[in-house]
């Protein structure tokens, strides 16, 4: 389950953290690719953490990747490898957070990463103030809506 030479990065532990990064978010590789921001986040997290503290988390991914052979397999073992450790359920959080709303440890990793928010498309929205919906948007009722 483990996604392979993502963005050509030669990087053994790169496609493990997209495919991690996939398992908890929700969204493929693809869409997580979409962002524009896999290698910047990556590297973040490097410079950011111990190497140690990220590479045992990449390290026990990887473990839980190899052997699950089914989408419940997976989410069992993060429920009970990663969530059940402080630890590790701490990066995954933290990890989660730096897709969905662009920060770590609450400061936002550059310019883009507030406007590729995952949060955005999980609330089929634009990101204030940064992509505008377009001209007449108004006029288009929005996605669910009941009247």
Known sequence: MIIN??????DYYFDVFMSISEALTGFSANELQST??????????????????????????????DKATTEDELKNAIKLTIIANSGMNDMAG??????????????????RSYKE???????????????????????????????
């Open 5 to 10: 030479k993502i963005l050509n990065v030669d």
């Open 36 to 65: 524009g921001l896999a290698t910047d986040y990556y590297t973040y997290i490097l410079k950011s953490l111990e190497g140690a503290t990220f590479v045992e988390f990449l390290t026990i991914s990887k473990d839980i990747l």
């Open 94 to 111: 933290k990890l989660m957070t730096l897709w969905y709303l662009g920060t770590w440890e609450g400061a936002y990793i550059n310019d």
């Open 117 to 147: 928010g995952l949060v955005w498309n999980v609330m089929h929205a634009h990101p204030p103030g940064a992509k505008q919906p377009g001209y007449k948007s108004w006029n288009i009722q929005p996605v669910n809506s009941n009247s």
